[in-house]
């Protein structure tokens, strides 16, 4: 993103759609690497209590995205195909996260695996104890922040009772899902776990530390 310095109004516009892209049920698809099919009359939805980019707004950032190389665009009839081509979108998403990530200033993101729980600064997110949110957190915070853990050591680490090597990695996959929605609404952070191909990791942006 050399040379690239949009004003402050449209890298706040930017930083929505790169969000509204990864936001819950289009997670999945990002994630997964298919595309995310959007209605042209309305493309992206507001995200919780945030207000939306009106359809025209948000086309000219899309397109901008694209010629990033973040995105990839596809039109089909009434319908707006976009594939988020994971490294350069990863790179864009996170270049935007530091710019609007002053709240964290001064913050330190722990967990404490003896209680389950999640803090950041005075805010606490806690994790059922024996639940596969916990044992995914608990696994990827012992490896030094930013390193990928990948499917089959997690499926190393959890007790699955037997289960098949697909339904261990679909399990792993709901509970990294649910486990961020949680953190975003409780937190305020918008992935704290990341996901690639067949590897997971906490996201290295953050200001993170785990209890000795």
Same mark, same amino acid.
């Given at each position: ?6 004003? &402050? ?7 929505? *759609? /790169?969000?509204? @892209?990864?936001?819950? +049920?289009?997670?999945?698809? $990002? ?20 207000? &939306? ?7 000219? *950032? /899309?397109?901008? @995205?694209?010629?990033? +190389?973040?995105?990839?665009? $596809? ?33 330190? @993101? ?103």
């Amino acid at each position: 993103m050399e040379g690239k310095s949009p004003h &402050k109004q449209l890298k706040r516009d930017i930083w929505w *759609i /790169l969000r509204a @892209l990864t936001y819950d +049920g289009y997670l999945a698809h $990002a994630e997964e690497e298919n595309p995310i099919t959007l209605e042209n009359k309305v493309l992206l939805p507001a995200m919780g209590g945030e207000g &939306k980019l009106d359809v025209e707004r948000q086309r000219r *950032i /899309l397109h901008k @995205l694209e010629e990033w +190389g973040a995105i990839s665009i $596809a039109y089909r009839g009434t319908k707006t195909d976009i594939l988020l081509n994971v490294g350069s979108f990863d790179e864009i998403y996170l270049e935007f996260q530091k710019i609007f990530s002053d709240s964290l200033t001064g913050q330190t @993101l722990t967990f404490d695996p003896k209680t389950g729980t999640i803090s950041l600064g005075k805010k606490d997110c806690k994790i059922p104890y024996k639940k596969m949110e916990y044992y995914l957190v608990e696994r990827l915070f012992k490896e030094p922040i930013g390193n990928r853990v990948s499917e089959t050591t997690l499926q190393e680490s959890i007790d699955f009772l037997g289960e098949s090597n697909d339904k261990k990695d679909r399990r792993i996959y709901d509970a990294h899902s649910r486990l961020n929605k949680k953190i975003r609404s409780r937190l305020g952070i918008e992935r704290l776990v990341r996901f690639e191909g067949t590897h997971y990791w906490i996201d290295p942006s953050l200001p993170t530390h785990t209890p000795d």
